[in-house]
């Protein structure tokens, strides 16, 4: 079946350290990836996604590339900030519907 | 506000009452997800709505919820006679169809069942 895997949070930094959270999927076909973000007290978010194999998105200074030899969609910034501190879902669109890796929290500290 | 809402955002109930959870989506959004995320895992798809049509339902979906978009708009989301299992957070998203549309979340409603 379609699955998940995110790396267990939670994951602390400080101020402009590199980020690297893993995520790697099971699923028939080739679905479309994408990474949500919760802020605290908010609701989920699209954060970037990809649609096809060696796409890459990028947005707010966070990238991830559609990996389908190693099926993998790694959310990488070069310089997390104190407001990035979130929890952060790897996710996959399979039939109309999402499915999501457990959440990896961020905290970054100044 | 033209996100997403979800009424209420807390319920405490007792176990066995039953509790409605409601989803307004964004407007010219057609399709209405519902999703379940307990503590510390990602969310969970329960079911969805494509206008007034409920196209799929999860195995996670037992006979206790009911869920309905009655005029294709906002939709309900009914759990009968609460179990303390069923306590999480419940998420209602939106999106258009066609191509590959984005989801859009609401924060969510907090059901604790004691």
């Known amino acids: 079946g379609n699955s998940v895997t995110q790396m267990e949070g939670p994951v602390t930094l400080s101020e402009e350290a590199f980020l690297t959270i893993n995520c790697t999927y099971t699923?028939?076909?080739?679905?479309?990836l994408f990474w949500y973000v919760q802020y605290p007290g908010e609701g989920l978010q699209l954060l970037l996604k990809?649609?096809?194999?060696?796409d890459k998105g990028s947005n707010k200074g966070f990238e991830a590339t559609y990996r389908k030899e190693t099926t993998s969609f790694h959310l990488e910034k070069g310089s997390v900030q104190v407001s990035d501190s979130a929890v952060y879902f790897c996710?996959?669109?399979?039939?109309?519907?999402?499915?999501f890796g457990t959440g990896t929290r961020l905290q970054v500290f100044p | 506000d033209t996100g997403v809402s979800q009424d209420p955002r807390h319920k405490i109930t007792k176990r066995g009452q039953n509790v409605t959870f409601r989803c307004d989506p964004i407007?010219?959004?057609?399709?209405l997800y519902w999703y379940r995320q307990t503590l510390g895992q990602g969310p969970e798809f329960l079911t969805y709505?494509?206008?007034?049509?409920?196209?799929?339902k999860s195995r996670l979906l037992s006979d206790r919820f009911s869920a309905e978009r009655p005029k294709g708009s906002f939709s309900t989301l009914e759990i009968q006679r609460t179990e303390q299992g069923d306590s999480a957070m419940y998420l209602c998203?939106?999106?258009?169809?066609?191509?590959?549309?984005?989801?859009?979340f609401g924060q969510g409603t907090r059901l604790t069942v004691v």
């Open positions: 709505f494509q206008n007034e049509a409920q196209l799929e």
């Open positions: 699923a028939t076909g080739y679905p479309s």
């Open positions: 996710a996959l669109r399979a039939t109309d519907k999402l499915i």
């Open positions: 990809a649609t096809k194999a060696d």
């Open positions: 407007s010219e959004h057609n399709r």
């Open positions: 998203a939106s999106s258009l169809t066609g191509g590959d549309p984005e989801a859009f």
